[in-house]
């Protein structure tokens, strides 16, 4: 996800987020513990799918550097597509049923949030600049990894000890550039032979399990996303359900600073549908205001976005399929825009009817993300059933007379 989300009751005034989003569960007490028990009734996810994710959330793939994780994803992807292929930048497309009609783009960033070297100081501290929506607070005291063309440079961000500080009222926030990163360099002459400006820089944290249901990581947003699309892929290709549709699973780069890769191969690709998953806010913690940002919670379904840039037909299809599977759904308003490739897909040639689906997220841009695998496991059921829904030649309109 590219910003963070807010929601107003009202229209927003100027100077908001460019995004604001009215957020609600479906239904009530009751739909709650039926979503709940309608999850906890599917299948634990298979050992090979939970090992991709890992791997997935494991491996490093920064803005504009997501070569390694991009790998990853298409050496999965290789046995279940009849065709594999990249653009310039790296935006990647597994391709089934090729020829058929209509063409479904299942989209999904591979980039994650990250900073770049900026400045290496005389005596070899690193500084940086932020890649997408990193926060300064968050980032201190962490161990990151440095990207060369030599291979990965472990380093820390420093944090000056509470002891050393004046004691002049509350702590000041962190600027970006004030953060500096500790390689174990005597100076800039030693750091210069081990780092050089324009690296990237990615936190360290990997993937964990916290009981059954929940992962924690740094990167979920939007591994989640790619996990899903190939995951659908591959729920397509083992069912040998006869297909009318050619489905194009996607994973595009540099959403997190402007939707980038997702207008490059949207532009290429002339999909005629298209749905796109990422995360969005779960607010079931504390200290958050749900009558501002709503009640969107882990445990209880993935969500479907209305309005904007979600097509009122797609999204319709979508809860159908949803009820016939049995999925339970959340749901969510846009106001503005979505934050999400979502929005630069729908107006590209004209307009590609699109959808976007979003896993709960807890934490969304920290080290320490948090989401519940029932929820994930949901997603690519409903994509590779919409999929299969798809008549041939099948076009998405608004009903007018």
Same mark, same amino acid.
């Given at each position: 996800?590219?910003?963070?989300?807010?929601?107003?009751?009202?229209?927003?005034?100027?100077?908001?987020?460019?995004?604001?989003?009215?957020?609600?569960?479906?239904?009530?007490?009751?739909?709650?513990?039926?979503?709940?028990?309608?999850?906890?009734?599917?299948?634990?996810?298979?050992?090979?799918?939970?090992?991709?994710?890992?791997?997935?959330?494991?491996?490093?793939?920064?803005?504009?550097?997501?070569?390694?994780?991009?790998?990853?994803?298409?050496?999965?992807?290789?046995?279940?597509?009849? $065709?594999?292929?990249?653009?310039?930048?790296?935006?990647?497309?597994?391709?089934?049923?090729?020829?058929?009609?209509?063409?479904?783009?299942?989209? *999904?960033?591979?980039?994650?949030?990250?900073?770049?070297?900026?400045?290496? @100081? $005389?005596?070899?501290?690193?500084?940086?600049?932020?890649?997408?929506?990193?926060? *300064?607070?968050?980032?201190?005291?962490?161990?990151?990894?440095?990207?060369?063309?030599?291979?990965?440079?472990?380093?820390?961000?420093?944090?000056?000890?509470?002891?050393?500080?004046?004691?002049?009222?509350?702590?000041?926030?962190?600027?970006?550039?004030?953060?500096? +990163? @500790?390689?174990?360099?005597?100076?800039?002459?030693? *750091?210069?032979?081990?780092?050089?400006?324009?690296?990237?820089?990615?936190? *360290?944290?990997?993937?964990?399990?916290?009981?059954?249901?929940?992962?924690?990581?740094?990167?979920?947003?939007?591994?989640?996303?790619?996990?899903?699309?190939?995951?659908?892929?591959?729920?397509?290709?083992?069912?040998?359900?006869?297909?009318?549709?050619?489905?194009?699973?996607?994973?595009?780069?540099?959403?997190?600073?402007?939707?980038?890769?997702?207008?490059?191969?949207?532009?290429?690709?002339?999909?005629?549908?298209?749905?796109?998953?990422?995360?969005?806010?779960?607010?079931?913690?504390?200290?958050?205001?749900?009558?501002?940002?709503?009640?969107?919670?882990?445990?209880?379904?993935?969500?479907?976005?209305?309005?904007?840039?979600?097509?009122?037909?797609?999204?319709?299809?979508?809860?159908?399929?949803?009820?016939?599977?049995?999925?339970?759904?959340?749901?969510?308003?846009?106001?503005?825009?979505?934050?999400? @490739?979502?929005?630069?897909?729908?107006?590209?040639?004209?307009?590609?009817?699109?959808?976007? +689906?979003?896993?709960?997220?807890?934490?969304?841009?920290?080290?320490? $993300?948090?989401?519940?695998?029932? @929820?994930?496991?949901?997603?690519?059921?409903?994509?590779?059933?919409?999929?299969?829904?798809?008549?041939?030649?099948?076009?998405?309109?608004?009903?007018?007379?």
């Amino acid at each position: 996800m590219q910003i963070e989300r807010f929601a107003l009751p009202h229209a927003p005034p100027r100077g908001c987020p460019r995004q604001l989003r009215i957020v609600s569960l479906q239904g009530g007490r009751g739909r709650h513990s039926t979503s709940a028990q309608t999850l906890r009734s599917l299948a634990r996810m298979r050992d090979a799918s939970l090992q991709f994710l890992q791997r997935l959330v494991n491996t490093p793939s920064p803005v504009g550097r997501e070569i390694q994780g991009l790998q990853v994803w298409l050496d999965y992807v290789r046995p279940y597509a009849q $065709e594999t292929f990249w653009d310039s930048y790296g935006n990647c497309v597994a391709v089934l049923n090729k020829g058929g009609s209509p063409r479904l783009m299942l989209a *999904a960033h591979a980039d994650e949030i990250a900073m770049v070297v900026s400045y290496i @100081d $005389e005596s070899g501290y690193l500084y940086v600049r932020r890649l997408g929506g990193v926060d *300064a607070t968050v980032s201190l005291a962490q161990r990151v990894l440095i990207h060369t063309q030599h291979g990965p440079v472990k380093g820390v961000i420093g944090s000056i000890p509470p002891h050393l500080m004046k004691d002049d009222g509350e702590r000041k926030v962190p600027k970006i550039h004030e953060l500096f +990163i @500790d390689i174990g360099a005597k100076n800039r002459r030693e *750091a210069e032979r081990k780092v050089r400006i324009g690296d990237p820089v990615t936190l *360290a944290d990997e993937f964990d399990r916290m009981g059954d249901d929940f992962a924690v990581g740094r990167a979920l947003d939007n591994r989640i996303g790619t996990f899903a699309v190939a995951e659908a892929l591959r729920l397509l290709h083992e069912s040998r359900a006869r297909l009318r549709a050619e489905v194009c699973a996607v994973a595009n780069v540099q959403e997190e600073v402007g939707l980038l890769g997702a207008r490059q191969i949207a532009y290429s690709l002339k999909p005629d549908v298209a749905l796109v998953v990422d995360v969005t806010h779960a607010t079931d913690y504390p200290n958050i205001h749900k009558a501002k940002h709503g009640d969107i919670r882990l445990g209880k379904g993935p969500t479907l976005t209305h309005g904007g840039c979600n097509h009122p037909e797609v999204v319709a299809r979508l809860e159908a399929l949803a009820r016939k599977l049995r999925i339970p759904l959340q749901h969510e308003a846009m106001s503005n825009t979505s934050g999400t @490739d979502t929005d630069a897909i729908f107006w590209t040639r004209g307009g590609i009817p699109s959808a976007l +689906i979003s896993l709960p997220n807890r934490y969304m841009h920290s080290p320490v $993300e948090v989401i519940n695998l029932r @929820d994930l496991e949901a997603i690519p059921r409903l994509l590779a059933e919409f999929a299969r829904s798809l008549k041939r030649g099948e076009q998405f309109k608004v009903k007018l007379q």
